[in-house]
Antibody, heavy 121, light 111 residues
Framework: EVQLVESGGGLVQPGGSLRLSCAAS????????MNWVRQAPGKGLEWVSY????????YYADSVKGRFTISRDNAKNSLYLQMISLRDEDTAVYYC??????????????WGQGTMVTVSS | QSVLTQPPSVSGAPGQRVTISCTGS?????????VHWYQQLPGTAPKLLIY???NRPSGVPDRFSGSKSGTSASLAITGLQADDEADYYC???????????FGGGTKLTVL
C-alpha cells in the first residue's frame, strides 16, 4: 500500500525548533518530488516547501524562507522538515504530499495523515 | 490572501449541479500551468479529485469534472450527494513565486 506517515509534531515555545519526518512506503520514493503543506486550525491549505527527487531543486514559501529547511534521504525513504525560529503563526497540521512525478507543476496524489505543530508559550 | 481566488462557500440541493471557480493570474493559471483540485472531508487529509485541469484519478466518480480557460478554472459537481459536503481547494504553480499556490478553499454545503 502506498503510504506517507508524518511524525515529530508537538508543542514548542515561540523561537523554538522542531524536526518533522515523513516515512514513505509502497512506492519508489526516489522517483518522486515531495512537498510539505500545512493547514492552520480552521484555515485553508498553505504550501510550505518542495524538494525534487534528486534533490537538486528546492523551493520555499516566503512565509518560511530562512527558517525552514526541507531535506530527504532516499536510502531511508524519508522526507524531513527542519523548523527553527518558530512563531505562533506556524501552528498548523503539517502534511507531507507526493507529487505525481518529479516537478512542482503536477498534482499531489498521495497525502499523509498530518502531524500537529503547536507553537505556544 | 490567497494567490488563487475561490468563493468561500457554495451550496446546492441533492441531485443539483454546482460549480466552484478558481481565479488566478498571468503568472500561474494564465501562464499555462495546470490546475488541480482537492476534496477535504472534515478531519481528514486532502484527497486529489482532479489533476491536469480535467483528469480524474482512478476511483473518482465522473460526477466531478474540471475545466480551465484563460486565467481561471472551474470544478463542476453534478448529481450532488450528501457526502460531497466538504472543502474544495484548487492548486497550481506560480512562476513569479517559484512555488505551488492554493486557493483559499470553498465550503460546499448540500442543502
Amino acid at each position: 500500500e502506498v503510504q506517507l506517515v508524518e511524525s515529530g509534531g508537538g508543542l514548542v515555545q515561540p523561537g523554538g525548533s522542531l524536526r518533522l519526518s515523513c516515512a514513505a512506503s509502497g512506492f519508489t520514493f526516489s522517483s518522486y518530488s515531495m512537498n510539505w503543506v500545512r493547514q492552520a486550525p480552521g484555515k485553508g491549505l498553505e504550501w510550505v516547501s518542495y524538494i525534487s527527487s534528486s534533490p537538486s531543486t528546492i523551493y520555499y514559501a516566503d512565509s518560511v524562507k530562512g527558517r525552514f529547511t526541507i531535506s530527504r534521504d532516499n536510502a531511508k525513504n524519508s522526507l524531513y522538515l527542519q523548523m527553527i525560529s518558530l512563531r505562533d503563526e506556524d501552528t498548523a497540521v503539517y502534511y507531507c504530499a507526493r507529487d505525481k512525478g518529479n516537478t512542482a507543476k503536477v498534482a499531489c496524489d498521495i497525502w499523509g495523515q498530518g502531524t500537529m505543530v503547536t507553537v505556544s508559550s | 490572501q490567497s494567490v488563487l481566488t475561490q468563493p468561500p462557500s457554495v451550496s446546492g440541493a441533492p441531485g443539483q449541479r454546482v460549480t466552484i471557480s478558481c481565479t488566478g493570474s498571468s503568472s500561474n493559471i494564465g501562464a499555462g500551468y495546470d490546475v488541480h483540485w482537492y476534496q477535504q472531508l472534515p478531519g481528514t487529509a486532502p484527497k486529489l479529485l482532479i489533476y491536469g485541469n480535467n483528469n480524474r484519478p482512478s476511483g473518482v466518480p465522473d460526477r466531478f469534472s474540471g475545466s480551465k480557460s484563460g486565467t481561471s478554472a472551474s470544478l463542476a459537481i453534478t448529481g450532488l450527494q450528501a457526502d460531497d459536503e466538504a472543502d474544495y481547494y484548487c492548486q497550481s504553480y506560480d512562476s513569479s513565486l517559484s512555488g505551488v499556490v492554493f486557493g483559499g478553499g470553498t465550503k460546499l454545503t448540500v442543502l
